[in-house]
Nanobody, 120 residues
């Protein structure tokens, strides 16, 4: 299973970006898809996650500004980031909890990060 993320880049404070991540390979189902981020000198943190049923969870500091969504048919997760702040600057990583078959437990996969740089 591979996760391919895209959509990062530089943006000014107050601007918007949309991240996308496509999962490909031998996939039976994807239980949870999400986005983590890691800023320089800081630990990786969960930004947002969404279940296959559409339940979501957000980091407190992004609530009301970021929206996570997914297209189950396309094995794709999106992160719409609005009202971006300099403190949102980080490498953003796509994550997916994937079942390869119905008979095995899910496996955690990570995509390569995409850099988001918010300038003031």
């Amino acid at each position: 299973v591979q996760l391919q993320a895209s959509g990062g880049g530089p943006v000014q404070a107050g601007g918007s970006l949309r991240l996308s991540c496509i999962a490909s390979g031998s996939i039976f189902t994807i239980n949870v898809m999400g986005w983590y981020r890691q800023a320089p000198g800081r630990e990786r943190e969960l930004v947002a996650a969404i279940t296959s049923g559409g339940s979501t969870n957000y980091l407190d500091s992004v609530k009301g500004r970021f929206t996570i969504s997914r297209d189950n048919a396309k094995n794709t997760v999106y992160l719409q980031m609005d009202s971006l702040k300099p403190e949102d600057t980080a490498v953003y990583y796509c994550n997916a909890l994937v079942q390869i078959t119905a008979w095995k437990p899910p496996i955690n996969y990570w995509g390569e990060g995409t850099l988001v740089t918010v300038s003031s």
